[in-house]
């Protein structure tokens, strides 16, 4: 599997952009990059995941570094509902999703 | 859509005891996932199906877990011989594949403490 490495912790303003990296440099050629996020008390909430290019959705942007190997999560104006765990997954067609402990992402207003 | 829900939201047993959860996965979702999740972890890989077939588990699943998903539709997890180490967050996800890499969709789990 492959393994990945994210900041414990990061603190964003509100209403201002957040980047929450992450590293997997050793991914496989056909593992997609899956983004969740947890709420406190609640099941984790899928993201945005992607393969190559970068993906935007109504949540957040997805960046995906050339050679694959980190990908930056990008939320564009942060809000306090925005707090909480961001894992960042590789995942091969769905065998095996392995959770990270994930980054911490506190939102000041 | 009515989402992935799970039965009971939290349970309390004794040590020694057995328990039996259920997940509801998404309709037309033909995985569904089982996992674990202790205070400060992100969730921890138990097992997971295809259908009506198990197709993994993890090495950390004892021969205390056992999961079904008969008919290929809900899906039940049940604990023999409870430990305390056994408390934790039971969350279950399902997933609709279709080839290329499908998003999960968890339920809000059941809570599990063993006294």
């Known amino acids: 599997d492959a393994k990945t490495t994210q900041p414990n912790s990061m603190e964003s303003n509100e209403e201002e952009p957040v980047h929450l990296p992450c590293n997997h440099s050793?991914?496989?050629?056909?593992?997609?990059i899956h983004w969740y996020r947890q709420l406190p008390s609640q099941g984790p909430e899928y993201v945005i995941h992607?393969?190559?290019s970068n993906v935007n959705n109504r949540m957040a942007s997805l960046a995906i570094a050339e050679d694959r190997k980190s990908s930056t999560l990008i939320l564009h104006r942060a809000t306090l509902r925005d707090a909480a765990v961001y894992y960042c997954?590789?995942?091969?067609?769905?065998?095996?999703?392995?959770f990270g402990p994930g980054t911490r992402l506190s939102v000041l207003p | 859509d009515t989402g992935v829900s799970q039965d009971p939201r939290h349970k309390i047993t004794k040590r020694g005891q057995n328990v039996t959860f259920r997940c509801d996965p998404i309709?037309?979702?033909?995985?569904l996932y089982w996992y674990r999740q202790t205070l400060g972890q992100g969730p921890e890989f138990l097992t997971y199906?295809?259908?009506?077939?198990?197709?993994?588990k993890s090495r950390l699943l004892s021969d205390r877990f056992s999961a079904e998903r008969p008919k290929g539709s809900f899906s039940t997890l049940e604990i023999q011989r409870t430990e305390q180490g056994d408390s934790a967050m039971y969350l279950c996800?399902?997933?609709?594949?279709?080839?290329?890499?499908?998003?999960?969709?968890f339920g809000n789990g059941t809570r599990l403490t063993v006294t």
């Open positions: 997954i590789p995942d091969n067609y769905g065998q095996n999703f392995v």
């Open positions: 992607g393969l190559t």
């Open positions: 996800a399902s997933s609709l594949a279709q080839g290329g890499s499908s998003p999960l969709h």
């Open positions: 199906f295809q259908n009506e077939a198990q197709l993994e």
């Open positions: 050793t991914i496989s050629g056909t593992d997609y």
């Open positions: 309709s037309e979702h033909n995985r």
